[in-house]
């Protein structure tokens, strides 16, 4: 005991982030972030949208050229993954904050199928706009 | 030196700002409001999509459509202030670098906001000129 107290001892410290072993609702809660921020500039294209449709026809037939490029759509149909990733995950959000759903075996349920619904309800979507002609 | 001064009286006006509830109450709405905002919006987004300027243009005319646009994007634009304010607050802790993009954030917000609201307006009240 005396000796112990003599030198001093090493603190434990909490681990750093690069040796945490990824876990389904680390994702889900760094994705939520993520989406969200994506939908930030997602917003601003659809200001940018709205802005362009009150200039007139020449700058709508611009701008709705701009989002059908390659680069357009790809960043489209990330805004639309992000878009039911975050709508869906903020629900499970909603869910935790009534108090309900916050045990482990529950969340990971809720985070796989929020997960699931954002591919699927994605793809369906883009089904959807290739049918209808959209795309 | 002794102070006279209570534990309790030095205490005030150091703690809590009185509202983050408010602001955490905020934020639980406008994520409530945006559930059904946002899926009518994929559902808009798909038909404006499939259409060109004149049927964007009939679109934002009608009063419905016109008035959830407002809606969305004014829910929206709240929603992601409250948002990107967390993550501002979270890993910039310089005082000086986070009260500019704090500000930054909510200038965008509002700039966007009010410029994408008053187009659809714009487009709403505007008769005859598609």
């Known amino acids: ?135 | 030196m002794a102070s006279y001064r209570t534990p309790l009286s030095r205490a005030r006006g150091l703690g809590a700002a009185k509202h983050g509830v408010g602001t955490w109450i905020g934020e639980r709405v406008s994520a409530l409001a945006l559930v059904p905002l946002t899926l009518w919006g994929v559902y808009a987004a798909l038909r404006i999509a499939a259409g060109g300027y004149d049927f964007a243009v009939a679109w934002a005319r009608d009063p419905v459509n016109a008035t959830l646009m407002v809606l969305l994007l004014a829910v929206s634009f709240w929603h992601m202030q409250a948002g990107l304010r967390v993550v501002i607050e979270d890993y910039i802790h310089t005082t000086l670098g986070k009260s500019a993009l704090l500000i930054l954030n909510l200038f965008v917000c509002v700039l966007a906001g009010a410029l994408s609201i008053f187009s659809i307006l714009k487009v709403a009240f505007t008769v005859g000129a598609s």
């Open chain 1, 1 to 135: 005991m005396s000796e112990a107290g003599k030198t001093v001892r090493e603190r434990p410290m909490s681990p750093h982030l690069s040796i945490w072993r990824w876990h389904l609702t680390m994702a889900t809660s760094i994705c939520h972030r993520v989406s969200g921020v994506a939908l930030y500039v997602g917003a601003l294209i659809l200001a940018g949208w709205a802005v362009a449709l009150a200039q007139g026809p020449a700058a709508y037939a611009c701008y709705k050229g701009l989002l059908a490029s390659p680069l357009g759509l790809v960043v489209m149909f990330g805004l639309t993954l992000s878009t039911f990733y975050h709508l869906a995950n903020g629900i499970r959000h909603l869910v935790w904050d009534a108090g309900h759903g916050l045990d482990v075996k529950s969340a990971n349920a809720s985070g796989a199928f929020v997960f699931a619904f954002a591919v699927v309800a994605s793809l369906a979507i883009w089904a959807i706009a290739l049918m209808i002609g959209a795309v």
